[in-house]
């Protein structure tokens, strides 16, 4: 279960989270939702990024859950969630077999065929991800940049129509 | 820790009794699956018509597979409907259950329809290339309706 969740107010005042947890399946939805509020809350997301964010925390814990620790329920992993200026950074830490799925060989995506389909999240959701090895398992990196502001309505007069 | 309940854990999936009638009310054709998740599914001509509740993960989506699968060999039905109008969010796993269940009903040259998606699943879907490999209909209805 999610043994820990610090929450912290940074000197900006905007969130950060640290949650530590075992490898069991049945907290991937506790931890996706703490880190959903805090892209909707403090990072100012719109509904669009978090849900983004959401799924891609979902899919690195399963993938940490799943391959890096072949299935253990009881293993460690944590997970940080900070504001930054203009996004959020999240990061998972695992000490399993560290194998960077970036390193694997990449197979056309065949929609009926499983497997993969979280990698592709990743890349198409998320501003920047970075697996960065570690001596003892793997650190990934994830960050979300919000949404460009939509532009102010364009109060150019309009050409009149011949 | 805050936010939204999430998928609690669950025992191991029941058996699904094909033949156990819905208490009062209920309608000929219902199935018990004494599955939350799965709180309602039917026999509607050729056609299994499953109502799918709640968020859907790693930790629940083999739940949903077993259900499924069971449905599917038990009833062997042309069509699968599953109405995921109480299904705000899956991820790749129940995808991946989904996927499954459509190799193993078109093996019997059954379809399934997706009905009543909520914009997280259809965005997965999409992502997934699989919204054009399934079929989507509006609602339960109209997908029985199909041809």
């Given amino acids: 279960m999610v043994t820990a ?5 940074s000197e900006l ?9 075992t490898s069991d399946p049945a907290n991937i939805a506790a931890v996706r939702h703490a880190v959903e509020e805090l892209c909707e809350r403090k990072a100012g997301l719109d509904e669009k990024s978090t849900a983004d964010v959401g799924l ?9 859950m799943r391959h890096a ?7 460690p992993i944590v997970v940080t969630a900070e504001c930054q200026e203009g996004g959020i950074v999240v990061t998972i830490r695992d000490w399993g077999n560290g194998v960077n799925p970036e390193s694997l060989p990449e197979k056309p995506f065949n929609p009926l065929e499983p497997g993969g389909l979280g990698l592709i999240c990743l890349r198409r959701m998320l501003t920047e991800v970075s697996f960065v090895p570690q001596p003892d398992g793997m650190l990934l990196i994830m960050k979300k940049a919000k949404a460009p502001a939509k532009p102010a309505g364009d109060k150019r007069p309009k050409p009149e129509r011949p | 820790m805050s936010g939204g309940a999430g998928p609690t854990p669950k025992p191991a999936p ?17 199935i018990k699956t004494g599955v939350d998740l799965v709180p309602h599914a039917r026999v509607q001509g050729d056609a299994v018509v499953v109502a799918v509740r709640g968020e859907i993960d790693l930790h629940n989506s083999p739940e949903l597979r077993g259900v499924l699968l069971e449905l599917l060999a038990k009833h062997s039905p042309k ?39 909520q914009p997280r699943v259809k965005g997965l879907l999409e992502i997934a290339r699989l919204d054009t490999i399934f079929i989507v209909s509006k609602d339960e209805a109209d997908a029985l309706a199909r041809p």
Avoid: T
């Fill in chain 2, 79 to 117: 069509r699968l409907v599953l109405n995921l109008a109480q299904v705000p969010y899956m991820d790749s796993s129940a995808i991946a259950v989904l996927v499954e269940s459509l190799q193993r009903i078109r093996k019997g040259g059954g379809r399934i329809f997706l009905s009543d998606l």
């Fill in chain 1, 56 to 64: 891609c925390v979902n899919e690195a814990l399963a993938n940490v």
């Fill in chain 1, 5 to 9: 969740v610090k929450r912290a107010n």
């Fill in chain 2, 14 to 30: 029941k058996p699904v009794d094909p033949n156990a009638k819905a208490g009062g009310g209920g309608h000929a054709g219902e």
């Fill in chain 1, 13 to 21: 005042g905007c969130g950060r989270l640290e949650m530590r947890l």
């Fill in chain 1, 69 to 75: 620790y072949d299935g253990a329920l009881n293993k």
